[in-house]
């Protein structure tokens, strides 16, 4: 009796007219719209504006309250199926229609090959929270993601961790050619940034790969190091040749 009650208090709050008789056989099964439930709650009607809609009233109408599912099929506005807070299903209306329109609202939608994650402001902006395509790419702030996460904003956290293979600890190899300093000077002026790195242009057209640009920053900290070195040495070399020099005019 208790699932009868539940149940029926849910087919109040389907919006969808039918012709069709509401009917409660004694096999459990509950139909909307239809005589011959085949499931325990089944609604029969068009899937262009199917959904149903638990009503929460207040005395205050801006603390009204409304949970609905809907299940549409392709073509319609809401494709597929999907559960929101303040929002409706509708074939006549464009776009995510809320019910009070004096709060925000949010939604999920669960589409062919495809899951999106909204939210309304108070202001009716619509804003795309989460977004997995086909591909299982996951884009936040974006309906394209590219990568298996896609970001169309600032991300903080505390640690990020990368993985990157082939790090450079060749450069300390003996058959390493390191370049020299004449010839950087030479690239600097022609091309304004150095070896192996990428120019302003192609990081602002196509970002970066920070997995690959620590390897090569770290590449390029161990090159220097190197020409330290060998510049310790000759300063070396020069102080002793001075104090040989010093020596011999005594």
């Not at 056989?25 to 011959?36: A, E, I, M, Q, S």
């Not at 790090?167 to 300093?181: G, H, Q």
Request: net charge neutral.
């Amino acid at each position: 009796m208790k699932l009868k009650s539940l149940l029926a208090l849910l087919i109040l709050g389907i919006t969808q007219q039918v012709n069709a008789q509401n009917t409660f056989p004694g096999d459990g099964n509950v139909g909307v719209g239809t005589g011959n439930p085949a499931y325990k709650f089944q609604i029969a009607a068009g899937h262009g504006n199917t959904h149903m809609n638990l009503h929460f009233a207040n005395a205050n109408l801006v603390q009204d309250a409304h949970l609905s599912l809907w299940a549409s099929e392709p073509g319609w506005t809401w494709t597929g199926a999907g559960i929101g807070n303040n929002v409706f299903n509708s074939a006549t209306a464009p776009g995510i229609v809320r019910i009070n329109d004096l709060r925000g609202a949010s939604y999920i939608r669960l589409l062919d090959q495809e899951i999106r994650l909204n939210v309304i402001k108070a202001d009716g902006t619509d804003l795309s929270a989460l977004a997995v395509d086909a591909q299982g790419n996951i884009g936040m702030g974006t309906l394209t993601p590219k990568e298996k996460l896609s970001v169309n904003g600032n991300i903080r956290a505390k640690e990020v961790k990368v993985e990157a293979g082939n790090w450079p600890d060749f450069v300390f190899e003996a058959n390493y050619k390191i370049t020299s300093l004449a010839e950087l000077e030479k690239y600097i002026k022609a091309h304004k940034h150095l070896p192996d790195m990428p120019s302003a242009k192609e990081v602002s057209e196509q970002g970066i790969e920070l997995g690959e640009l620590n390897k090569k920053l770290l590449q390029k900290m161990e090159e220097l190091t190197l020409h330290l070195i060998e510049k310790e040495k000759q300063i070396d070399a020069l102080q002793n040749l001075v104090e040989k020099q010093r020596g011999n005019i005594k």
